[in-house]
Structures are given as structure tokens and as C-alpha cells.
């Protein structure tokens, strides 16, 4: 993992905010699917204990393409919030 640049290196799955929304992944859900990075790559990656993380290259991803990132995960281990603390994903 030593090659991967996380946005936030304390808070590996964050939550991190971009475009106005909080985006964090729940560690106790994730089950390594990688589904999340096959759909946003710059967003996601799987790190050594094969949970998602947040990479430093977010603000490339539209927020539409990190919804559907985290619509496409088998467990819904990424959570979307917008600016007032909505529940974006999963709803």
C-alpha cells in the first residue's frame, strides 16, 4: 500500500469532503469486493487488509460517480452525506 495516496493518511476510509458531501467508508462492512474502485479508481482503492480507502485523487470523480461507487458496493459499506448531514447513500 505503500504506493497508494490517501486523502487523509489518520482516516484512511475517511470521511472525507468533496464537492460538499461527506464520503466515508464503514471498515466493519467492507468486504474487500472492489467494486468501489473498478467504478471511481480515483476515489477507491483496496489497502493490505483489502478494505476501501480514499485516495488524495477525489476531487477528480464527479460526486455522481462516487454515488454510483458506492451504489455498486454488495454491502453498502460507503456512506454519502450531503452538507446538512443528509443521508445521501444508503438511503
Same mark, same amino acid.
Given at each position: ?29 467492507? $468486504? ?47 456512506? $454519502? ?11
Amino acid at each position: 500500500m505503500s504506493d497508494i495516496k490517501l486523502k487523509d493518511s489518520k482516516n484512511p476510509s475517511g470521511p472525507v469532503v468533496v464537492h460538499g458531501y461527506k464520503v466515508y467508508v464503514d471498515r466493519n462492512l467492507c $468486504i474487500g469486493a472492489g467494486s468501489c474502485v473498478a467504478v471511481a479508481p480515483n476515489t477507491f482503492a483496496l489497502d493490505d487488509e483489502n478494505k476501501a480507502v480514499i485516495l488524495e485523487t477525489i476531487e477528480q470523480e464527479t460526486i455522481e460517480t462516487i454515488i454510483l461507487a458506492a451504489q455498486s458496493c454488495p454491502v453498502k459499506a460507503i456512506i $454519502i452525506e450531503d452538507e446538512k448531514g443528509q443521508r445521501v447513500w444508503p438511503n
